[in-house]
């Protein structure tokens, strides 16, 4: 990538190439979101990005891994940013989390569930969530097991009130081969589409429809084509990680 490039040049190459790829497909340009993944870059870039989108008359949301950088960081951003969280959560960042993410992607057991449920029905807040799976069923990777993910859904959702579960989210294992991963993009959208086709879980998760969030800088246009509705891109915007 050119060095000569600016920061909101490289996001708006990303996001062209998105909705370019979406229109080919014959999906909507605004189907998918794009999160620009900030973990380990200063807040200062984060502003400059806003700021050269607002220009632009775009909205940027970010995807942070951490739950104590982003609440360094957030003092410094403007009131309101836009963050998911997509890294690992610990239950007792739990309230932390709450309050400063718009969407928590990393949720994968039924006590962190609990845990959020508490927090945000202590700060009155809906708290919007991805469910992770780990479809790769790798080691290294977070995540519930595929054959969890109804269990969790049937037994642990229809006691979390502020809780809304907006789709499902996965990191796949670490491929060479980007199209490698394919496969596994396929079986969270299987997942997915299984759920959807569930009349009592349909009726527990109150939405007609879920999201996927998947696919990273080296992969997602792959992701996209299977159907992604979120992509986690880092390096592609802001460089190698300081």
Not at 209 to 213: A, F, I, T
């Given at each position: 990538m050119a060095n000569d490039q600016t920061l909101y040049s490289r996001y708006e190459l990303v996001l062209s190439s998105i909705q370019e790829?979406?229109?080919s497909l014959g999906r909507a340009k605004d189907s998918v979101t794009l999160l620009a993944v900030s973990k380990?870059?200063?807040a200062s870039a984060m502003q400059e990005l806003i700021g050269a989108a607002t220009a632009h008359g775009k909205a940027v949301v970010f995807g942070e891994n951490y739950v104590q950088e982003f609440k360094h960081k957030h003092s410094e951003l403007p009131s309101g940013v836009d963050?998911?969280?997509i890294g690992h959560l610990q239950r007792n960042k739990a309230r932390d989390a709450v309050r400063l993410f718009s969407v928590i992607e990393s949720v994968d057991s039924a006590e962190l569930l609990a845990a959020l449920q508490k927090e945000a029905s202590r700060e009155g807040k809906l708290?919007?969530?991805f469910l992770q799976v780990n479809v790769s069923q790798d080691p290294a990777k977070r995540g519930c097991m595929p054959n969890d993910l109804p269990s969790l859904i049937e037994q642990e959702l229809p006691r979390a009130s502020n809780i809304r579960l907006c789709g499902l989210m996965t990191?796949?294992?670490l491929y060479e081969n980007p199209e490698d991963a394919r496969p596994d993009f396929r079986t969270l959208r299987t997942l997915r589409d299984e759920i959807l086709a569930s009349q009592s879980l349909c009726q527990i998760i109150g939405e007609s429809?879920?999201?996927?969030?998947m696919g990273m800088s080296s992969d997602y246009g792959i992701a996209i084509?299977?159907?992604a509705t979120v992509v986690r891109v880092g390096s592609a915007i802001f460089g190698s990680r300081q």
């Open positions: 790829q979406l229109i380990t870059h200063p963050c998911h969280l708290q919007q969530i990191i796949t294992a429809s879920l999201g996927l969030s084509e299977e159907g």
